[in-house]
């Protein structure tokens, strides 16, 4: 984590981390730790302001690599040892995230359903190929019913399997834009 918060100060100027309002456990708003992967914008702390597209200028050349290997969620132990987040559960999501126009808790009915456990920093739905941004409310749907299915099926056994195909699965995944 050193180096990378290294590599990331001498990639661009800014802070190393991004702290990112995210919905919790129960809905409550945490701030989620990420190592920097863009050029720096406060508003973006607060909300998301646009998500990440392809070939999106805003990513750094450090930023890029970080994102395609999910390195830059490695801060996320910091949730994790404060108790906010698990390793495995739901992803969390930025407070205020569209899909199109449509703001992502109006687009599914039972959404808020999948604030009833820990956020994670890895989960069902990542290791099934829901990653990243989700641009329509079709991928929104897919990844609350991959997260519905986990809260439904949530074990140790489940966990350690979601675990163990994590780094596969990302190694693997080229094609998501991050």
């Given amino acids: ?15 190393v981390f991004f702290r990112q309002k995210r ?18 914008d406060k508003r973006a702390e607060e909300g998301i302001i646009r998500q990440t597209q392809h070939n999106d200028p805003r990513v750094t050349r450090i930023g890029g690599f970080l994102r395609m290997t999910s390195l830059d969620e490695l801060p996320q132990l910091v949730n994790v ?35 009833r456990m ?35 099926r949530a074990s140790v056994w489940l966990d350690a399997w979601i675990v163990l195909m994590t780094v596969p699965r990302l190694l693997g995944d080229q094609q998501r834009c991050r």
């Fill in 1 to 15: 984590m050193a180096l990378i918060a290294l590599l990331v100060r001498l990639d661009s100027p800014g802070p």
């Fill in 81 to 115: 040892l404060r108790g906010e987040m698990s390793i495995v559960g739901p992803r969390p999501h930025a407070v205020g995230m569209t899909a199109g126009s449509i703001e992502v808790t109006r687009t599914v009915g039972d959404y808020a359903h999948r604030h």
């Fill in 118 to 152: 820990k956020p994670g920093m890895t989960g069902w739905a990542q290791i099934n190929g829901s990653r990243g941004p989700c641009h329509t409310p079709e991928e929104v749907r897919e990844r609350v019913r991959l997260d519905m299915d986990y809260v439904k």
């Fill in 23 to 40: 919905h919790g456990f129960n809905n409550e708003i945490i701030r989620v730790w990420k190592f920097r992967t863009m050029r720096p």
